[in-house]
C-alpha cells in the first residue's frame, strides 16, 4: 500500500537503518566466530532479512565484511584503552602498556584476520578504506619516534626496527590461537621484551680499538 515504511527486520532497532543492521550483525558475527566461512544467507538470516537486501546497501560482500572488519578493529582497540603520552611516565612502563596493548589486540584480530587468507577480495577493500594512521604499529613507531625528539631515546635509536620487532613478538605470541595444533610457544615476559628492546644486548662499554694496519 502507497505511503507504507517498509517491514522492520526483526533484529533492526528504532531507527536503525538496514545499512548499519547488516554491518553490526556482519562485526558481531566476526568478533563470535571469526571471517572463516562468513556467506551473504548467513548473514542475511542472522540480521533478519531476505539475502538480497545485502546488495542494496554494499557493492558486494566483501565490502560488508571488509567494513565489518574495519568497525571490528576500532572496537577493540576503543575497548582496550588510551596509549601513553610521550614524555611522560617512565619508558619502561610506557613501552609495557604499548606491548600489553598489542597483544591483547593481536588475540582479538589475528584470528579474524587468518580466516581471510584465501580471500585477497576483502583485504584489498580492507587496505582501501582503513587509514594507516590508526594502526596500533604506527602509533608505536610515532610514540618511539616522539620520545627519540625528546632525548629520551638515544639519537642513533632504531625505532621503526624496534616497532618492527615487538610486532614480531606480538605474532609469535599468538600462533597458537590460529594455527592450534602446531606445537606450543614459550614466548618471553613482556618486562624481558621492553628490557631488551630499551637495553639491547650489547655490552655498554667502549668497543676495544681496531687492531693497528702496521702489525
Not at 69 to 79: I, K, N, Q
Not at 144 to 163: F, H, K, Q
Not at 181 to 198: E, G, I, K, Q, R
Request: aromatic share 4%; proline share 7%.
Amino acid at each position: 500500500m502507497a505511503g507504507m515504511s517498509p517491514r522492520k527486520a526483526a533484529a533492526q532497532q528504532d531507527g536503525q537503518s538496514l545499512h548499519d543492521l547488516l554491518l553490526e550483525t556482519a562485526q558481531k558475527m566476526i568478533a563470535t566466530h571469526g571471517t572463516t566461512g562468513m556467506t551473504v544467507r548467513e548473514i542475511a538470516r542472522m540480521a533478519g532479512v531476505a539475502d538480497g537486501v545485502l546488495y542494496n546497501h554494499f557493492s558486494d560482500k566483501e565490502e560488508l565484511v571488509a567494513r565489518a572488519l574495519l568497525e571490528h578493529v576500532r572496537t577493540t582497540e576503543a575497548e582496550l584503552g588510551e596509549l601513553p603520552v610521550p614524555g611522560e611516565g617512565t619508558l619502561t612502563g610506557n613501552l609495557r602498556r604499548h606491548l600489553e596493548f598489542g597483544l591483547a589486540l593481536h588475540k582479538v584480530l589475528v584470528p579474524a584476520f587468518s580466516g581471510l587468507v584465501g580471500q585477497p577480495r576483502v583485504l584489498e577493500r580492507f587496505a582501501e578504506i582503513s587509514e594507516r594512521s590508526g594502526y596500533w604499529r604506527d602509533r608505536l613507531v610515532a610514540y618511539l619516534e616522539e620520545e627519540r625528539a625528546l632525548g629520551r631515546l638515544r639519537p642513533e635509536s632504531e625505532v621503526d626496527a624496534t616497532a618492527a620487532m615487538l610486532v614480531g613478538y606480538c605474532h609469535a605470541s599468538v600462533l597458537t590461537t590460529v594455527f592450534p595444533h602446531t606445537a606450543p610457544l614459550d614466548p618471553p615476559p613482556v618486562d624481558a621484551v621492553v628490557s631488551a628492546a630499551l637495553h639491547g644486548i650489547a655490552p655498554t662499554e667502549p668497543e676495544p680499538p681496531a687492531p693497528d694496519a702496521d702489525n
